[in-house]
């Protein structure tokens, strides 16, 4: 049973486009989300993240939003970069429970130039 | 001030015999975490450590599997009589408490042969 869910495996955007990677949740327990990007060969690297009394946070060219009612965040990526072409991760965690991240399958985002 | 660092970095091992994945945390984090990444697969929790405990066991698999991370040296993550569905890239983080302070190792890939 997943709690985090990426339903789009692969995304493919043109340079200087915005880029909107989605993520769904089903565990209203959750209070924390974060973005991780990930490399091959790499481990994943923390993007991006948003406490659920924010809707928004924003850090240079990204931005993430959180529909908590809806149980759905997005990552926005603008302009796209080809250096951008990775593995997006959503993950969301409990923060009144241990802590741990719970991590969608993730989405290939391609930017091409 | 040198970040996680996992090693080996791949792992190859005939099936029935042991694996041994080394995890050295961020300096100054007490808390390590275990994820597994199965091909074309997320990154799925597996354990959370604190010096000398388990505190969250529940996505380890109850046989074959064990996890420490002893009061000197790094977290150990070891698999004895390893199968072929054993073969994945395993990640270890760490933090010093805080999720947006997560930071992942390079990962182990191992493969059973």
């Known amino acids: 049973d997943q709690q985090v869910k990426q339903n789009s495996p692969s995304l493919s955007v043109q340079e200087g486009r915005i880029s909107i990677l989605n993520c769904d949740y089903t565990?209203?327990?959750?209070?924390?989300f974060l973005w991780y990007k990930k490399y091959p060969a790499e481990g994943p690297t923390f993007l991006i993240s948003?406490?659920?009394?924010?809707d928004k946070n924003e850090d240079g060219r990204f931005t993430v939003f959180l529909n908590k009612s809806a149980k759905h965040l997005s990552l926005h990526i603008v302009p796209s970069q080809p250096g951008d072409s990775a593995v997006y991760f959503c993950a969301a965690c409990d923060g009144g429970s241990q802590g741990n991240l719970i991590f969608g399958k993730g989405t290939k985002l391609s930017v091409k130039p | 001030n040198a970040g996680v660092m996992q090693n080996p970095r791949h792992l190859v091992r005939r099936r029935g015999q042991e694996a041994r994945l080394r995890c050295s945390p961020v300096k100054g984090h007490s808390h390590v975490y275990w994820y597994r990444q199965l091909p074309e697969e997320g990154l799925k929790f597996m354990v959370y450590?604190?010096?000398?405990?388990?505190?969250?066991e529940s996505g380890m698999p109850k046989e074959r599997f064990s996890a420490e991370f002893p009061k000197e040296g790094p977290s150990i993550l070891r698999i004895q009589q390893v199968v072929r569905g054993d073969s994945a890239a395993y990640f270890c983080?760490?933090?010093?408490?805080?999720?947006?302070?997560?930071?992942f190792g390079s990962g182990t890939r191992l493969t059973v042969v």
């Open positions: 948003i406490s659920s009394i924010k």
């Open positions: 983080a760490s933090s010093a408490g805080a999720p947006s302070g997560y930071t």
């Open positions: 450590l604190q010096k000398e405990n388990i505190i969250d």
């Open positions: 565990n209203s327990m959750f209070d924390y």
